[in-house]
Nanobody
Framework: VQLVESGGGLAQPGGSLRLSCAASGFTFSSYAMSWYRQAPGKERELVAT????????NYADSVKDRFTISRDNAKNTVYLQMNDLKPEDTAVYYC?????????WGQGTQVTVSS
């Protein structure tokens, strides 16, 4: 099983980034996918979740109306479009695949929002 995140980097406040997470080694279309983040000195928090078919999504209040999670089951990839970035969005972002209590994790990608 492999989950490989990409697309992180440095963005200015108000800017945008698009994270990708490429999955392999399991039946991607059978798993819900989530993005989590962990800022220095803080606990990992759930950012967004998308159902296995892509029909349902949920967001943390802190990112609602700014972030959009999506997936392409043909490409085994999940995305996180992040708009109107704020300094408090600075964190390591992780993608996770989960089904029936089983979780697979990526290695994370750093997002830094600073002027």
């Amino acid at each position: 099983v492999q989950l490989v995140e990409s697309g992180g980097g440095l963005a200015q406040p108000g800017g945008s980034l698009r994270l990708s997470c490429a999955a392999s080694g399991f039946t991607f279309s059978s798993y819900a996918m989530s993005w989590y983040r962990q800022a220095p000195g803080k606990e990992r928090e759930l950012v967004a979740t998308i159902g296995s078919a892509g029909a349902s999504t949920n967001y943390a209040d802190s990112v609602k109306d700014r972030f959009t999670i999506s997936r392409d089951n043909a490409k085994n990839t999940v995305y996180l479009q992040m708009n109107d970035l704020k300094p408090e969005d600075t964190a390591v972002y992780y993608c996770a695949a989960h089904r029936l209590g089983r979780y697979y994790w990526g290695q994370g990608t750093q997002v830094t929002v600073s002027s």
